[in-house]
C-alpha cells in the first residue's frame, strides 16, 4: 500500500542550526502538507503546497520556515535557525482530490529535538 | 478563531463495550470532519470521515454528524484492547477549493480494559 516517508525519524540539533525534513508524498497525490505536535499538545497546521507554490500557511509558518519540492517526488521542511520552541514531531501529509473531500495520509514523522 | 474540542480523557471501558468520543467544533463553515486513532509516539492514522448529517457506519466504528449542533462524534463498537489509543478529531474548511487545512482537537484517549 502506498504511503508517505518520512527522513529523518529522529534529528538532534543545536540551537540556531539549520534543518531539513524531507518527506516523499504518495506518487499520485497532489496536495503536501506539513503538520506539527509539540509532546502532549494538538496537532498543528503549518503548510500547504499545491501546484509548486504554498497553498495555506499558519501564524506558525514565519519566516524562519520554508517548503520546497527541488524534484518530483521529495517535499522538503527547511527550518532556518532552530529555537528550543521548534522541538516537536513534524508530519508530512500528502492527499489526492482538490479541495473538497480527499483525505490526507501521514508520514510517520520526524522527531525534531533542539538543544 | 476556530475551535475543535474534544474531552481529553481518559475514558475507559471494558473489552466489548461502545465506547463513545464526542466532538464540537466552532466554525460553521466546516465541510468535511475526520476521526484519527494515534498511538503514543505515533503518526495520526485516519480511521473514518463524514460528511453528511446523519451516521455513516464502517465495520465496528460509526461516525455521526450534526452540522446544526456542530457535533461529531464516534463510537466504537465490541471495543478491543487494540483500540486504546488517543482518538483525534479534525475538521476543514475548504478554502478556495484548492487545498485543505484540518483543524485537530486535542484528542480522547481511550483505554479498553481486557
Known amino acids: 500500500e502506498p504511503e508517505v516517508t518520512q527522513t529523518p525519524s529522529h534529528q538532534v540539533t543545536q540551537m540556531g542550526q539549520e534543518v531539513i525534513l524531507r518527506c516523499v508524498p504518495i506518487s499520485n497525490h497532489l496536495y503536501f502538507y506539513w503538520y506539527r505536535q509539540i509532546l502532549g499538545q494538538k496537532v498543528e497546521f503549518l503548510v500547504s503546497?499545491?501546484?509548486?507554490?504554498?497553498?495555506?500557511k499558519s501564524e506558525i509558518f514565519d519566516d524562519q520556515f520554508s517548503v520546497e519540492r527541488p524534484d518530483g517526488s521529495n517535499f522538503t521542511l527547511k527550518i532556518r535557525s532552530t529555537k528550543l520552541e521548534d522541538s516537536a514531531m513534524y508530519f508530512c501529509?500528502?492527499?489526492?482530490?482538490?479541495?473538497?473531500?480527499?483525505?490526507?495520509?501521514f508520514g510517520e514523522g520526524s522527531r525534531l529535538t533542539v538543544l | 478563531q476556530k475551535e475543535v474540542e474534544q474531552n481529553s480523557g481518559p475514558l475507559s471501558v471494558p473489552e466489548g463495550a461502545i465506547a463513545s468520543l464526542n466532538c464540537t467544533y466552532s466554525?460553521?463553515?466546516?465541510?468535511?470532519f475526520f476521526w484519527y486513532r494515534q498511538y503514543s509516539g505515533k503518526s495520526p492514522e485516519l480511521i473514518m470521515f463524514i460528511y453528511s448529517n446523519g451516521d455513516k457506519e464502517d465495520g465496528r466504528f460509526t461516525a455521526q454528524l450534526n452540522k446544526a449542533s456542530q457535533y461529531v462524534s464516534l463510537l466504537i463498537r465490541d471495543s478491543q484492547p487494540s483500540d486504546s489509543a488517543t482518538y483525534l478529531c479534525?475538521?476543514?474548511?475548504?478554502?478556495?477549493?484548492?487545498?485543505?487545512?484540518?483543524?485537530f482537537g486535542s484528542g480522547t484517549q481511550l483505554t479498553v480494559l481486557p
Open positions: 466554525d460553521r463553515g466546516s465541510q468535511s
Open positions: 501529509a500528502s492527499s489526492k482530490v482538490t479541495g473538497g473531500t480527499g483525505e490526507l495520509f
Open positions: 479534525a475538521v476543514n474548511i475548504v478554502s478556495s477549493g484548492s487545498a485543505r487545512q484540518l483543524t
Open positions: 503546497f499545491y501546484n509548486n507554490e504554498i497553498s495555506e
